[in-house]
């Protein structure tokens, strides 16, 4: 009997500080384990998968640059805005 009623859904957030470690388990399959003790969450990724996830992350590497580099840009753009403004102010002053 397949009961297809039941959905598992799970988060988690993974930061730099977070203990990461892995161990290739056989030929095919690579274990990776975030956390320690009893907080811990694993992966388990044949070698097919684990290659796409790398993908996936390379892109999602990349992204993360764009933004970055969009949101530093945007802020350098504001700063010379202000920079501007404030430099015609004072010299309508003088």
Do not use: Q, W, Y
């Not at 097919?48 to 999602?60: D, G, K, P, Q, R």
């Amino acid at each position: 009997m397949c009961d297809n009623s039941l959905s598992v859904n799970s988060g988690v957030a993974v930061r730099d500080t977070c203990p990461m470690r892995h161990r290739v388990r056989d030929c095919e399959d690579a274990e990776f384990v975030f956390g320690s003790g009893a907080k811990t969450f694993e992966f388990l990724f044949d070698k097919a998968a684990l290659c796409e996830f790398m993908n996936l992350a390379t892109e999602a590497l990349r992204e993360i640059d764009e933004h970055r580099a969009r949101e530093e840009a945007e802020a350098d753009h504001e700063t010379a805005e202000l920079d501007a403004t404030h430099d015609l102010h004072f010299r309508r002053l003088a």
